[in-house]
């Protein structure tokens, strides 16, 4: 699987928030897409997901056009992961993923998707909470099922918007290795992400957004301090451990706020 995205535009009404985004995603890459608040990342991710429409652009699957695939077949290519979904009615884990087999007519699910779901929860090692109700799992756990259900649409792309936000340091790394694993399988990842350290843990390229735009996108050398300067505003310390880049914010650059005026 290849996606690649071909000068993408899109705004809201006359507010441009996507401008001339380009790049590429080859099988099994994990690639991040960094930025602060408002720079476009999650209208980046729903644009390539199908759920916005661009302006101007090409987004190409496979040496194909995103608008040829009927919205089926887009499923069955793509696996979307939500920051959070809520539901309002009690849920088992095992019929939450089972939506996941929908894409290939399981309306009424027969027991080859139910196996297919049975195999995913036990490689993810969920087998504990597979008959629990969904709405009274933890985040992290919320979040496994959600990876799973996107899983069971067999997807060539998991397309992931903040997938480890308001998760505790243990989640956050199991949710981290559910997709590493899935990346070794030859499923590509694209994740939208705030924790800069995390992302260069676990991210082989990334994507770094500014106002709309893709600022510079790279490798882990794209990480630095005067890259996080410029973009965020913010004064930080990178230093190397164990061969990946270690952010440490030292405080904002913003000079018009201080002490004697709060």
Same mark, same amino acid.
């Given at each position: 699987?290849?996606?690649?995205?071909?000068?993408?535009?899109?705004?809201?009404?006359?507010?441009?928030?996507?401008?001339?985004?380009?790049? #590429?995603?080859?099988?099994?890459?994990? %690639?991040?897409?960094?930025?602060?608040?408002?720079?476009?990342?999650?209208?980046?991710?729903?644009?390539?997901?199908?759920?916005?429409?661009? #302006?101007?652009?090409?987004?190409?699957?496979?040496?194909?056009?995103?608008?040829?695939?009927?919205?089926?077949?887009? $499923?069955?290519?793509?696996?979307?992961?939500?920051?959070?979904?809520?539901?309002?009615?009690?849920?088992?884990?095992?019929?939450?993923?089972?939506?996941?087999?929908?894409?290939?007519?399981?309306?009424?699910?027969?027991?080859?998707?139910?196996?297919?779901?049975? @195999?995913?929860?036990?490689?993810?090692?969920?087998?504990?909470?597979?008959? #629990?109700?969904?709405?009274?799992?933890?985040?992290?756990? #919320?979040?496994?099922?959600?990876?799973?259900?996107?899983? $069971?649409?067999?997807?060539?792309?998991?397309?992931?918007?903040?997938?480890?936000?308001?998760?505790?340091?243990?989640?956050?790394?199991? %949710?981290?290795?559910?997709?590493?694993?899935?990346?070794? @399988?030859?499923?590509?990842?694209?994740?939208?992400?705030?924790?800069?350290?995390?992302?260069?843990?676990?991210?082989?390229?990334?994507?770094?957004?500014?106002?709309? @735009?893709?600022?510079?996108?790279?490798?882990?050398?794209?990480?630095?301090?005067?890259?996080?300067?410029?973009?965020?505003? %913010?004064?930080?310390?990178?230093?190397?451990?164990?061969?990946?880049?270690? %952010?440490?914010?030292?405080?904002?650059?913003?000079?018009?706020?201080?002490?004697?005026?709060?």
């Amino acid at each position: 699987m290849e996606l690649e995205v071909k000068n993408l535009e899109f705004s809201y009404g006359k507010k441009t928030v996507l401008e001339n985004i380009s790049f #590429q995603v080859t099988k099994g890459e994990i %690639v991040g897409i960094i930025g602060p608040n408002g720079s476009g990342k999650s209208t980046l991710l729903k644009c390539i997901n199908g759920l916005l429409s661009p #302006q101007k652009g090409e987004l190409v699957l496979d040496d194909k056009n995103l608008l040829e695939y009927s919205s089926s077949d887009l $499923a069955r290519t793509i696996g979307y992961v939500p920051q959070k979904e809520l539901l309002f009615s009690p849920s088992p884990v095992f019929e939450i993923i089972l939506m996941g087999r929908k894409p290939y007519g399981a309306w009424k699910p027969g027991p080859e998707d139910k196996e297919i779901v049975a @195999r995913i929860i036990h490689r993810l090692n969920i087998s504990s909470i597979a008959f #629990q109700d969904y709405s009274k799992l933890s985040g992290g756990q #919320q979040q496994k099922v959600l990876i799973a259900r996107a899983l $069971a649409q067999n997807p060539s792309l998991l397309i992931l918007d903040e997938p480890t936000s308001n998760l505790d340091l243990k989640h956050q790394i199991e %949710v981290m290795e559910m997709i590493k694993a899935e990346s070794k @399988r030859g499923i590509s990842s694209l994740i939208a992400m705030h924790d800069l350290s995390l992302a260069a843990r676990y991210c082989h390229g990334f994507i770094i957004m500014k106002e709309g @735009r893709i600022y510079t996108m790279g490798g882990k050398d794209i990480i630095n301090a005067r890259c996080i300067a410029d973009v965020y505003e %913010v004064e930080a310390l990178v230093q190397t451990e164990n061969g990946q880049p270690l %952010v440490i914010p030292v405080g904002s650059m913003n000079k018009a706020i201080n002490s004697e005026e709060i």
